[in-house]
């Protein structure tokens, strides 16, 4: 019998994905499962980008490749009608669209990494992260963010003591997937000043820009002054429009050499999906209220999430500032396990609760194994009912340990 490559074998399973087929077991059994263990919202995608898509079927008498670069529609309209509005100023040349924000990611890397090289992240990070990484040969090394200080960012001499030679990019995301913190212009600053300091690419994920709840608008990396080599924006339509099925999204950098690159990987994959061009196009017609609706919509969540979280028996989750996920630490013997039982053994009223061990967000061994991540992305009564179960299995639980 032939043998998978001991790379293939060796890959890490996604943390958000890979207890799917026990969900699908339990809904086979005419069990209801909550899902808030992936970011999928229930709010609707907008009007205008779904009607592009149904306008374009109407008039296409079939689908070919597009520029490698994405339309050129698409770019143009990103620039004047999206990333002007926010005070990103980008011409053409700095702009091609991806296959979804994970392509932009994996391919930022490989731009700035050769095997062997080292990004800095700061933990707990988005577990695919990990994913690219492994698959290019490049190591992830964790700079540290503890919950219970609601994971602040060290002070920058601590991230510089981490800095080798091998060292050649740090990578945020702002808000965080999966914490919900939100950086700080001045933390941009500092980290910017480290990039500079050790001539680093900055990579900086900003997929969840719209979705802050503080009075402060969002900083972009983008913007920091005296890094237009070093940065590296990676950005979405799927948070921004609910438009996550699309699988569009781009990769940004006034740095020639950067760009340039990212076009031999975009040609090794011919072209982004067609009809998610064509939603997304659609999309930057969105209105303003959408999104102001959309912003309330998610802090009313995020504070129904966090107030019932920390009403639950030995159960700690900070108040994030942005983006629609939370870290909670359970009192449970071990997240991974917890999660599993939830979905093979535990029913409240036919219903089960589905949510994301974090340990693997995590690169300091040891760290996150009694921490989930919460998708606040259903609406609040289904939200509330979502965290009644959850509650009730955690009194449940044979391994709690409160």
């Given at each position: 019998m032939p043998q998978i490559s001991k790379k293939s074998a060796a890959m890490p399973a996604s943390a958000i994905r890979k207890f799917v087929p026990l969900s699908d077991a339990a809904k086979a059994d005419g069990v209801k499962v909550y899902h808030l263990n992936v970011g999928a919202p229930d709010i609707k995608s907008p009007r205008c980008a779904l009607d592009a898509v149904a306008q374009k079927c109407e008039e296409l008498d079939h689908i070919s490749y597009t520029n490698s670069a994405g339309f050129l529609e698409l770019r143009k309209g990103l620039i004047d009608k999206y990333y002007k509005k926010i005070g990103i100023d980008i011409e053409l040349k700095d702009i091609l669209v991806e296959v979804a924000g994970s392509e932009a990611f994996a391919v930022a890397m490989q731009i700035a990494c050769d095997k062997g090289d080292e990004i800095l992240v700061f933990e707990p990070f988005y577990t695919n992260?990990?994913?690219?990484?492994?698959?290019?040969?490049?190591?992830?090394?964790?700079?540290?963010?503890?919950?219970?200080?609601?994971?602040?960012?060290?002070?920058?001499?601590?991230?510089?003591?981490?800095?080798?030679?091998?060292?050649?990019?740090?990578?945020?995301?702002?808000?965080s997937n999966p914490s919900g913190t939100l950086y700080s212009r001045e933390e941009l600053e500092s980290i910017g000043e480290l990039c500079r300091r050790h001539d680093l690419f900055l990579i900086s994920d900003e997929v969840y820009r719209e979705y802050c709840f503080t009075e402060e608008p969002h900083f972009s990396a983008f913007n920091l002054p005296g890094l237009e080599q070093n940065v590296i924006l990676v950005d979405s339509v799927s948070k921004r429009y609910n438009l996550c099925g699309t699988r569009i999204g781009c990769i940004i950098s006034r740095n020639a050499e950067v760009m340039a690159a990212a076009m031999k990987y975009a040609?090794?994959?011919?072209?982004?999906?067609?009809?998610?061009?064509?939603?997304?196009?659609?999309?930057?017609?969105?209105?303003?209220?959408?999104?102001?609706?959309?912003?309330?919509?998610?802090?009313?969540?995020?504070?129904?999430?966090?107030?019932?979280?920390?009403?639950?028996?030995?159960?700690?989750?900070?108040?994030?500032?942005?983006a629609f996920y939370t870290i909670a630490e359970l009192p449970v013997d071990n997240a991974e396990s917890f999660v599993k039982w939830m979905l093979t053994d535990f029913r409240k009223d036919g219903a089960t609760t589905m949510v994301t061990p974090v340990a693997s967000f995590y690169k300091t061994p040891g760290e996150?194994?009694?921490?989930?991540?919460?998708?606040?992305?259903?609406?609040?009564?289904?939200?509330?009912?979502?965290?009644?179960?959850?509650a009730a299995g955690l009194e449940a639980y044979p391994g709690r340990t409160l």
């Open positions: 992260y990990n994913t690219f990484a492994y698959l290019n040969g490049i190591t992830l090394k964790a700079v540290h963010t503890d919950i219970r200080k609601g994971f602040a960012l060290p002070p920058v001499e601590e991230m510089e003591k981490m800095v080798t030679p091998a060292t050649k990019a740090v990578l945020i995301s702002n808000p040609q090794s994959r011919l072209c982004p999906p067609v009809l998610g061009q064509y939603a997304a196009i659609g999309a930057l017609d969105t209105p303003q209220e959408y999104f102001d609706e959309t912003v309330e919509e998610y802090r009313k969540r995020r504070d129904c999430a966090v107030e019932m979280l920390n009403a639950m028996p030995g159960v700690f989750a900070p108040c994030p500032q942005g996150g194994l009694r921490q989930v991540r919460i998708a606040y992305v259903l609406e609040v009564p289904e939200l509330r009912k979502a965290l009644d179960v959850l």
